[in-house]
């Protein structure tokens, strides 16, 4: 089947501890990039990546690490996670830069800072 | 930069009344545009897309919607909604190389 697949879905963990959350495709996407999701805010982008090796920033990048050395996988590092980053993550992937054909999201990741 | 406006955080009808989300897009160059669902506690799921040709695009669920490029406008309806059509909604606009912009999501309330 295709999908995106994060892990892990909930997690909670004290301010200051590094973490990293992972997202797989299976779909041969070039194209892959991380959300946060907050009430009233909608979606906003972290960081994305248009191939291996290329990754940039998005609208909110701070406190937040990224890398893309396989194809197939995007993690999200949190290397000193604060309260203010509590929120529901996403993890989105497509098949090509112009995003045509939308995004496919993996199912989220609800982090708490405590 | 390219901005979503959805007009509305919350749409509260009922049982098979019909719908319509709003959305507004700016931006300087031509644009991909999407609805997304999302049902509780999931992710989000394409409903439908517009990216070129017929202004009128059908998706799943009997959800249609209009590409206005005069107005800028990208509008979501449904004839008739049912109670499991509770969800979020998210219009989304590409600028066709690579960021997807949300707004900021509409609250369809779908009640008997």
């Known amino acids: 089947e295709a999908q995106v697949t994060q892990n892990p879905r909930y997690l909670i963990t004290v301010t200051g501890k590094k973490l990293t959350v992972t997202c797989s495709q299976n779909?041969?996407?070039?194209?892959m990039s991380w959300y946060r999701q907050d009430p009233g805010l909608g979606l906003r982008q972290i960081y994305y990546?248009?191939?291996?090796?290329?990754?940039d920033k998005g609208d909110v990048p701070e406190g937040y690490k990224v890398s893309r050395k396989e194809k197939r996988n995007f993690p999200l590092i949190l290397e000193s996670p604060s309260p203010n980053q509590t929120s529901l993550y996403f993890c989105?992937?497509?098949?090509?830069?112009?995003?045509?054909?939308?995004?496919?999201f993996g199912s989220g990741t609800r982090l708490t800072v405590v | 930069a390219q901005s979503v406006t959805q007009l509305d955080s919350q749409v509260p009808v009922f049982e098979e009344a019909p719908v319509e989300l709003r959305c507004n897009y700016s931006?300087?160059?031509?644009?991909?545009l999407f609805w997304y669902v999302q049902y509780p506690n999931q992710g989000l799921q394409l409903l439908l897309k517009?990216?070129?040709?017929?202004?009128l695009v059908k998706g799943i669920n009997g959800f249609e919607a209009e590409f206005n490029k005069s107005q800028t406008s990208f509008h979501l309806r449904k004839p008739s909604v049912h109670i499991s059509d509770t969800a979020e909604y998210f219009c989304?606009?590409?600028?066709?190389?690579?960021?997807?912009?949300f707004g900021k999501g509409t609250m369809l309330l779908v009640s008997p």
């Open positions: 989105a992937s497509s098949l090509s830069v112009g995003a045509s054909g939308g995004y496919t």
């Open positions: 779909m041969n996407h070039e194209y």
């Open positions: 990546s248009m191939n291996v090796e290329v990754t």
């Open positions: 931006s300087s160059v031509s644009v991909y």
């Open positions: 517009y990216l070129s040709g017929s202004t």
């Open positions: 989304a606009v590409s600028d066709r190389i690579g960021t997807l912009t």
